[in-house]
Structures are given as C-alpha cells and as structure tokens.
C-alpha cells in the first residue's frame, strides 16, 4: 500500500500542531478481511477455464479482459471457453503472455469493464500468515479454502514456491491465494497426493511482469506455435517411432481405462513413455513433454489422474505431429501449379 507522507507535509510549512490522535492512516493501520469478505469481495473476479482435456481457474487482472492463469492449464490446448461470475461465456481466447518456467499465462477475453483484483507483495509472505485460496476443485464453482504458509520453498536461485495448508484439488489450479489484506499474494498450482494439506503457488511476483504486453495471440494459433517448438530438431524417424509407439499403448490403454482399470492403463502408457524416451537421441521437446508427464504422474497416488498425465502428453505430441503434417500438406497444395 502507498504509504501517505501528511506528517512529512506539514513540518515543512513549519505551523505549530495541536496534539491529535494518530489517525489509522498516519500509524500505517492495514485493514484485514476475514475469509468470508475476501470471497464476497474476489468472486465477481475469479473465471471458470474449460478446455477440451482440462479445466481449471483464472482471475481478473486487467479491466479490459486480461485474465491470469496457470501455463497448463491452456497448454496445447486449441480452444477453450471462460466463464465469469456473472454467467457471460467467452469462447475467444487470446494469449497475451506466457512465462513457462513458472507455469504462468496471461489470457485475455473479448470483456471490458472487469473489475480486477489487487495484486501484493508475495516477496513479503513469512510462514504462518493467514491466506485464503479461491477455485473450482473438480469443477465444483467458487471454493473458498483457508490455511496458513507453511513455508517458503526456494526450489532454485530463479524459483521459489509458496507452500500453503489451503487444500487445493484440480481445477483449483490458476486461481488466485489471498493475503489477509485481500490481495492476491500467489496462483494455485499444484499439490502432493501424498501429504496432507501439501499445497503450492507460484509467488505472484512472477506475473507482475507479463501484464505489460499487449499483442494477443488466438489461442489456436498460439498451440501451434508451441507445437512447431516441440518437434524442433526431431528427425522424421524419431517422430515415426515415437508416434507408434504411443498410439500403440492408446489402442491398448484406453479401452483398459474405460473398464474400470485406471492402473493397468497407466502402466501401459508408463511403458511406452519410456521407451520412446530411451530411443530418442535428439527430439528434445518430445522427451521433456514426456518426462514432464512421467514426473505429474509419480506424485499422485490416484491411477485415474497418473493415467490422465500421460494421456494429455501423448495427445499434445500427436496434435504436434498433426499439426506439421498438416504445414506440410499446405504448403505442398500452395507449390502444385494450378490445371
């Protein structure tokens, strides 16, 4: 908060004071809110974000329809509706800014006149303060969680992580955790199946520098971008093999998980991830995207959302794949002489 310089002001003009009694604003008083106002003031904010393999939660940053969200929430993905509070459905989607090491996206929707929730100082944030998380865990709309900051985890010299005791479930992911002043000290990003109340965020320091772009890329638009960057330096071989491989585990893994067998579906899509990793000697994005999934899965306990893991992977790399075939395609229609 800005603090206001009045004492500062009125020693200057050097006029004699009457002894008073200091106001809240000159002792610097910052009001808190209780769980309760915190939700009544955030829920006209927070967005519902739906694609077609996810959903997850964002919130207002910008008045003219800038939204903040998680990176993963939208990766790959070539389309996506958002919902306000309010009921308006938005199905165009731009993304103005991505920061893909701390897993941020700025979003931004045909909207105005959106009220955008204060951001705070996360490099303040000590263990033991109060915070209050707000999302759509599992689809179930505007949930308002409270915890303490069980700590601040400095994974490396560019990353540091808030650890909270606010339960977060998917679809949480993307939304916005509140200091008691009501503003947003951090975004919801994931969480351990294996300890209680194991919850993280992205510091919101993070995403202060992503509000300042402007060009807006249509998300389709961007997906293909980033799908030209996954196959970079493959070979066509190394895709061949590759894509074989996993539309073979699919072809057995998907009608596994459709009879109930989440796990025997996960460990055919585990098998066949590492092979294609083993096989590979250049195609770094497809081993990231892979070893990314592999890593998302080995922290859940629960053979449904590991199986999910892999399966958004192998799909993201197909629809890479797709997508060059399709340049490919075009570009050959484009050089054939017209008749």
Same mark, same amino acid.
């Given at each position: 908060?800005?603090?206001?310089?009045?004492?500062?002001?009125?020693?200057? %003009?050097?006029?004699?004071?009457?002894?008073?009694?200091?106001?809240?604003?000159?002792?610097?008083?910052? +009001?808190?809110?209780?769980?309760?106002?915190?939700?009544?003031?955030?829920?006209?904010?927070?967005?519902?974000? *739906?694609?077609?393999?996810?959903?997850?939660?964002?919130?207002?940053?910008?008045?003219?329809?800038?939204?903040?969200?998680?990176?993963?929430?939208?990766?790959?993905?070539?389309?996506?509706?958002?919902? &306000?509070?309010?009921?308006?459905?938005?199905?165009?989607?731009?993304?103005?800014?991505?920061?893909?090491?701390?897993?941020?996206?700025?979003?931004?929707?045909?909207?105005?006149?959106?009220?955008?929730?204060?951001?705070?100082?996360?490099?303040?944030?000590?263990? !033991?303060?109060?915070?209050?998380?707000?999302?759509?865990?599992?689809?179930?709309?505007?949930?308002?969680?409270?915890? &303490?900051?069980?700590?601040?985890?400095?994974?490396?010299?560019?990353?540091?992580?808030?650890?909270?005791?606010?339960?977060?479930?998917?679809?949480?992911?993307?939304?916005?955790?509140?200091?008691?002043?009501?503003?947003?000290?951090?975004?919801?990003?994931?969480?351990?199946?294996?300890?209680?109340?194991?919850?993280? !965020?992205?510091?919101?320091?993070?995403? +202060?520098?992503?509000?300042?772009?402007?060009?807006?890329?249509?998300?389709?638009?961007?997906?293909?971008?980033?799908?030209?960057?996954?196959?970079?330096? %493959?070979?066509?071989?190394?895709?061949?093999?590759?894509?074989?491989?996993?539309?073979?585990?699919?072809?057995?893994?998907?009608? &596994?998980?459709?009879?109930?067998?989440?796990?025997? %579906?996960?460990?055919?899509?585990?098998?066949?991830?590492? +092979?294609?990793?083993?096989?590979? +000697?250049? %195609?770094?994005?497809?081993?990231?995207?892979?070893? !990314?999934?592999?890593?998302?899965?080995?922290?859940? *306990?629960?053979?449904?959302?590991?199986?999910?893991?892999?399966?958004?992977?192998?799909?993201?790399?197909?629809?890479?794949?797709?997508?060059?075939?399709?340049?490919?395609?075009?570009?050959?229609?484009?050089?054939?002489?017209?008749?």
């Amino acid at each position: 908060m800005r603090r206001v310089a009045s004492l500062a002001l009125l020693a200057a %003009c050097g006029g004699a004071q009457t002894k008073a009694t200091p106001s809240a604003e000159t002792a610097h008083v910052e +009001k808190t809110f209780t769980p309760a106002q915190i939700a009544d003031k955030a829920l006209p904010s927070i967005v519902f974000i *739906q694609t077609p393999n996810i959903i997850g939660t964002g919130f207002v940053v910008w008045p003219d329809g800038r939204v903040a969200t998680n990176l993963h929430v939208i990766a790959g993905a070539r389309e996506a509706t958002v919902l &306000l509070n309010d009921g308006r459905k938005f199905d165009r989607v731009e993304v103005l800014a991505v920061d893909q090491a701390h897993d941020l996206a700025i979003l931004r929707i045909p909207a105005t006149g959106l009220v955008p929730l204060a951001l705070g100082d996360s490099l303040a944030v000590k263990p !033991g303060e109060h915070v209050v998380a707000i999302g759509h865990p599992m689809g179930m709309g505007n949930t308002v969680s409270d915890g &303490l900051v069980s700590g601040v985890r400095k994974i490396d010299p560019k990353h540091t992580l808030l650890q909270i005791s606010a339960p977060i479930s998917p679809g949480s992911s993307g939304g916005p955790i509140f200091n008691e002043r009501a503003e947003v000290i951090g975004v919801a990003t994931l969480y351990s199946a294996e300890g209680q109340n194991l919850n993280f !965020g992205v510091p919101v320091a993070y995403l +202060k520098p992503l509000l300042l772009a402007e060009r807006g890329t249509p998300l389709a638009a961007f997906a293909t971008e980033v799908d030209a960057a996954l196959l970079a330096d %493959c070979t066509g071989e190394e895709v061949q093999k590759a894509v074989g491989q996993i539309e073979g585990a699919i072809t057995v893994g998907a009608p &596994l998980f459709n009879k109930g067998d989440a796990q025997g %579906c996960y460990d055919t899509y585990e098998k066949a991830a590492l +092979k294609v990793v083993a096989a590979l +000697k250049s %195609c770094p994005g497809v081993r990231e995207t892979l070893l !990314g999934a592999l890593s998302a899965a080995n922290k859940s *306990q629960d053979p449904h959302e590991k199986a999910w893991a892999m399966r958004r992977s192998f799909d993201r790399i197909l629809s890479a794949v797709q997508a060059a075939l399709n340049t490919v395609e075009d570009q050959q229609r484009k050089a054939t002489p017209k008749k």
